[in-house]
């Protein structure tokens, strides 16, 4: 027998009945137990056969991330140890307010003094023909979710209608299942209460990329099919063909049991801020309420919502509910975006700052108004998300920091030459903001326990606190806490992707170490949580084993992104850009005349000099990228890898064929160069520059590899950046000759192949590992950069005569050009 239970039988307790096992009404019994552990006797009704779970992960439960005894929030132990009379699948069908009364629908009676709804929402199910036909689904629970899943197994056709985050995450686990998905929104562009036009766009062609299929401004008419669901039509007359349909349109406040109670309705339970109904013995929280007009579908206002009917319950008189400002940030698909206050402006008087970075996926949109701050998008790179909700909510003025305001916290406080590196200022935070949003956690509540509890890893606070324990996403900021708080680095290396707990480092030495060959090996080795991999660790288990295992490992076609597939850039507007490789920006006329010709027989809108010293054809049509390749090849262009994880250019200047101030031949090097490194897979995009003299042409100094040429020879330096972060390069030494040139360029490239993350520069890498590890090994050994300059030799023998090499001249395979089947 628990101690609580020990002591509720020595106490007089009130009878507490709650209508609803789902998360709002666990976490109110919850915070119920905490402040009066022993005032009352409790009952639950659950409509489900199973314990609380949390509903949010349902999503990754149908990705194969995590099994149903994953999201389990409180296992049936929970409830014995702390005196719950749990009723699972026997949903209450009847409320007798007058006789204070619950019946179930086996027939059960019980009693109570103070009853709580949190009967959560339904589905909305939107009035069309052929709903009811089997196949279609909504996907709200765990007996939807089985459902979708036995419908993945037979390998069918998917078709989901609604473009908001449930129906994103819906799509996104059915094609992690193997089925061919496609997605029907009503509006112009994905999660539009969420996020602006131009998030939006980024989003579903990003997602496009990954293998979705999209029907956006698209009206569904009916569900095709006479004994099955059998696809859609839509209003203009298109039909999809599917054998699942999945509904996810939205959701509306479950009623039924307020109306059975006779208590005042709209379109939720009316509630006041003490989180009672208009009958003063019933409390509702979550989904199924409404409070000053508005209905709840995030966790944030609802955890809030739990705490104050909670309070009321144990005797507190004061504590009041008000709707707390918001923000959305949500990982869909890996891909993180939030959004907070306005996200767009309304008038004249609001400004719009705008900053974008399509190379890296990054978009993030300020709204100001009369010098404050009132709305914030962000795409991709949403590590300032909470500083802009603080200065949203503090309703403060942002004039002093205005204009580098776009370029985050970092940049606003120290201007952008303060070198600060972006980073959580856990002292700066305040004790009730927010830190995990799945489970409502506050900062506050982390510090109290890591003191109380003495709390020294990340484990311990995710089992006491439960910050951290669900998506994932608020990790690093548990993290800071915990290590600001006990004064010691608690930081572990940040995982690959969520199928695993290792590093980068770990892996890649694990794969030398153990002789592993193929990405199947690995995951097994490593006890990876997810057998197929993730969209995130398939790419970069790829590139290791390339790296490691030349000429071994066969380049897995799958396991690259789509840019890479295609030999071309995908485009805001869904069409292509292809570059035609021009060996150190140098060409002919017949080369400009096969481009010229290209561009008129495929009608291609836009061509442009790149600023690597290239032509970039935009607006090439998917369909006609094999064409296009196929008659660039035939002029002897080859792809100039503009879209690759790789050598992209080597950019020159004249030099002393031409200059007057030219010093060396920089556009025969830069030539040579880049024919040496063609073709070869880095752990990100790689780019050279050879200026013929001091005077710097080519830039060289912003370069991952630049040479500088002088009277003397060559100046190399390294680790260079453009973007958002200029970094300029480190010099690394002075050589004599171009074929010295050759060997150590050669050596670092090898190096950094060897040693960095996958997706990361040759910025970053240099910073981790210092240019002293690096003078080491290309200095100060000579065997070893010999070594290194080897190996290198070696992996390019295969790089530039393997299939990606008969690709990148035309050889593409059309397969990955076939859309889904859509029947006009």
């Known amino acids: 027998m628990s101690e609580r239970t020990k002591s509720m039988n020595a106490v007089s307790r009130q009878r507490l009945v709650v209508i609803g096992n789902g998360m709002a009404g666990m976490r109110t019994v919850e915070e119920v137990l905490a402040r009066a552990p022993v005032r009352y006797d409790i009952t639950v009704f659950g409509a489900e056969p199973h314990p609380n779970y949390n509903r949010i992960m349902l999503s990754s439960v149908l990705a194969g991330e995590k099994q149903i005894d994953d999201?389990?929030?409180?296992?049936?132990?929970?409830?014995?140890?702390?005196?719950?009379?749990?009723?699972?699948?026997?949903?209450?069908?009847?409320?007798?307010?007058?006789?204070?009364?619950?019946?179930?629908?086996?027939?059960?009676?019980?009693?109570?003094?103070?009853?709580?709804?949190?009967?959560?929402?339904?589905?909305?199910?939107?009035?069309?023909?052929?709903?009811?036909?089997?196949?279609?689904?909504?996907?709200?629970?765990?007996?939807?979710?089985?459902?979708?899943?036995?419908?993945?197994?037979?390998?069918?056709?998917?078709?989901?209608?609604?473009?908001?985050?449930?129906?994103?995450?819906?799509?996104?686990?059915?094609?992690?299942?193997?089925?061919?998905?496609?997605?029907?929104?009503?509006?112009?562009?994905?999660?539009?209460?969420?996020?602006?036009?131009?998030?939006?766009?980024?989003?579903?062609?990003?997602?496009?990329?990954?293998?979705?299929?999209?029907?956006?401004?698209?009206?569904?008419?009916?569900?095709?099919?006479?004994?099955?669901?059998?696809?859609?039509?839509?209003?203009?007359g298109r039909?999809?063909?599917?054998?699942?349909?999945?509904?996810?349109?939205?959701?509306?406040?479950?009623?039924?049991?307020?109306?059975?109670?006779?208590?005042?309705?709209?379109?939720?339970?009316?509630?006041?801020?003490?989180?009672?109904?208009?009958?003063?013995?019933?409390?509702?929280?979550?989904?199924?309420?409404e409070h000053n007009g508005q209905v709840f579908g995030l966790v944030a206002p609802i955890w809030e919502q739990a705490k104050v009917c909670a309070a009321r319950l144990a005797g507190d008189q004061i504590a009041a509910y008000a709707t707390p400002a918001l923000s959305t940030r949500l990982k869909i698909t890996g891909i993180d975006v939030f959004s907070a206050g306005k996200l767009a402006a309304e008038d004249d008087a609001d400004e719009e700052v705008v900053f974008r970075d399509a190379a890296k996926g990054v978009y993030r949109k300020l709204v100001v108004r009369e010098g404050?701050?009132?709305?914030?998008?962000?795409?991709?790179?949403?590590?300032?998300?909470?500083?802009?909700?603080?200065?949203?909510?503090?309703?403060?003025?942002?004039?002093?920091?205005?204009?580098?305001l776009i370029f985050g916290q970092s940049f606003a406080d120290q201007g952008c030459c303060g070198g600060a590196k972006p980073g959580l200022d856990v002292a700066a935070m305040a004790d009730d903001a927010q830190v995990c949003g799945c489970n409502g956690v506050s900062k506050g509540a982390i510090v109290k326990a890591i003191n109380e509890k003495g709390l020294t890893s990340l484990d311990e606070v995710r089992a006491h606190t439960k910050a951290s324990a669900s998506c994932g996403m608020c990790t690093p900021a548990v993290q800071a806490i915990l290590s600001f708080v006990t004064g010691?680095?608690?930081?572990?290396?940040?995982?690959?992707?969520?199928?695993?707990?290792?590093?980068?480092?770990?892996?890649?030495?694990?794969?030398?170490?153990?002789?592993?060959?193929?990405?199947?090996?690995v995951r097994?080795?490593?006890?990876?949580?997810?057998?197929?991999?993730?969209?995130?660790?398939?790419?970069?288990?790829?590139?290791?084993?390339?790296?490691?295992?030349?000429?071994?490992?066969?380049?897995?076609?799958?396991?690259?992104?789509?840019?890479?597939?295609?030999?071309?850039?995908?485009?805001?507007?869904?069409?292509?850009s292809v570059i035609p490789r021009m060996w150190g920006g140098v060409t002919t006329p017949d080369e400009?005349?096969?481009?010229?010709?290209?561009?008129?027989?495929?009608?291609?809108?836009?061509?442009?000099?790149?600023?690597?010293?290239?032509?970039?054809?935009?607006?090439?049509?998917?369909?006609?990228?094999?064409?296009?390749?196929?008659?660039?090849?035939?002029?002897?262009?080859?792809?100039?890898?503009?879209?690759?994880?790789?050598?992209?250019?080597?950019?020159?200047?004249?030099?002393?064929?031409?200059?007057?101030?030219?010093t060396q031949d920089s556009t025969g090097l830069g030539i040579k160069l880049e024919k040496l490194m063609w073709g070869s897979w880095t752990p990100h995009k790689v780019k050279l520059a050879v200026s013929g003299c001091p005077r710097n042409c080519a830039e060289a100094t912003i370069k991952d590899i630049g040479i500088i040429c002088t009277e003397a020879g060559y100046d190399m330096v390294i680790g260079g950046n453009g973007g958002i972060e200029v970094r300029v390069t480190d010099e690394l030494t002075r050589l004599s000759t171009e074929a010295e040139v050759l060997e150590y360029a050669g050596a670092f490239m090898q190096l950094y192949r060897e040693e960095g993350h996958y997706l990361e520069r040759t910025a970053p890498y240099v910073e981790r590992v210092g240019m002293a590890h690096i003078k080491a090994h290309i200095l100060d050994d000579d065997a070893g950069r010999k070594a290194l300059y080897a190996r290198f030799l070696f992996s390019q023998s295969f790089a530039q005569d393997d299939p990606w090499a008969e690709r990148a001249t035309g050889g593409i395979d059309t397969h990955e050009f076939q859309p889904l089947a859509v029947v006009s």
């Not at 009623?255 to 379109?267: S, V």
């Not at 009608?603 to 090439?620: A, E, M, Y």
């Open 239 to 289: 039909t999809i063909p599917a054998d699942l349909v999945v509904v996810a349109i939205g959701i509306r406040p479950n009623i039924d049991m307020g109306k059975a109670a006779g208590l005042d309705i709209n379109r939720g339970i009316l509630v006041g801020d003490d989180m009672a109904t208009s009958n003063p013995d019933i409390y509702a929280v979550g989904e199924c309420v």
């Open 592 to 662: 400009l005349r096969a481009i010229a010709d290209v561009a008129d027989k495929f009608n291609i809108p836009s061509v442009k000099v790149t600023g690597g010293q290239r032509i970039d054809l935009l607006g090439v049509k998917k369909e006609d990228l094999p064409a296009v390749w196929g008659d660039l090849n035939k002029a002897g262009l080859v792809s100039g890898h503009g879209y690759a994880k790789g050598l992209r250019t080597v950019k020159t200047c004249v030099g002393s064929e031409w200059c007057r101030f030219g």
């Open 524 to 576: 097994k080795a490593l006890g990876w949580k997810n057998a197929d991999g993730c969209a995130k660790c398939r790419p970069a288990l790829n590139y290791y084993l390339l790296c490691a295992w030349p000429g071994e490992y066969v380049d897995d076609y799958q396991s690259r992104f789509i840019n890479e597939r295609a030999h071309a850039n995908i485009q805001k507007d869904g069409t292509y």
């Open 372 to 404: 404050k701050l009132v709305g914030a998008v962000m795409y991709g790179d949403v590590a300032d998300g909470g500083w802009y909700f603080d200065l949203i909510k503090g309703d403060k003025t942002i004039a002093d920091m205005r204009d580098h």
């Open 71 to 236: 999201i389990v929030i409180n296992h049936l132990s929970w409830y014995a140890e702390n005196g719950i009379t749990l009723h699972t699948g026997d949903p209450v069908v009847a409320i007798d307010a007058a006789a204070k009364t619950v019946t179930a629908a086996s027939g059960l009676c019980v009693a109570y003094d103070k009853l709580l709804l949190a009967t959560g929402s339904k589905p909305l199910m939107p009035p069309l023909p052929g709903l009811d036909l089997p196949g279609v689904v909504a996907f709200r629970d765990i007996a939807d979710t089985d459902k979708m899943l036995k419908a993945a197994e037979a390998k069918q056709r998917a078709v989901v209608i609604g473009g908001g985050l449930l129906g994103l995450e819906a799509a996104w686990g059915l094609k992690r299942r193997g089925m061919p998905v496609a997605l029907v929104h009503l509006m112009p562009t994905l999660m539009e209460r969420q996020l602006d036009v131009e998030a939006g766009t980024m989003l579903q062609r990003d997602l496009t990329e990954r293998g979705l299929h999209f029907f956006t401004h698209a009206q569904t008419e009916r569900v095709m099919g006479e004994t099955k669901a059998e696809g859609l039509v839509l209003a203009d």
């Open 488 to 521: 010691a680095d608690a930081s572990a290396p940040e995982a690959m992707c969520k199928c695993t707990d290792h590093g980068h480092e770990y892996v890649r030495h694990a794969i030398l170490d153990q002789r592993l060959k193929t990405q199947d090996a």
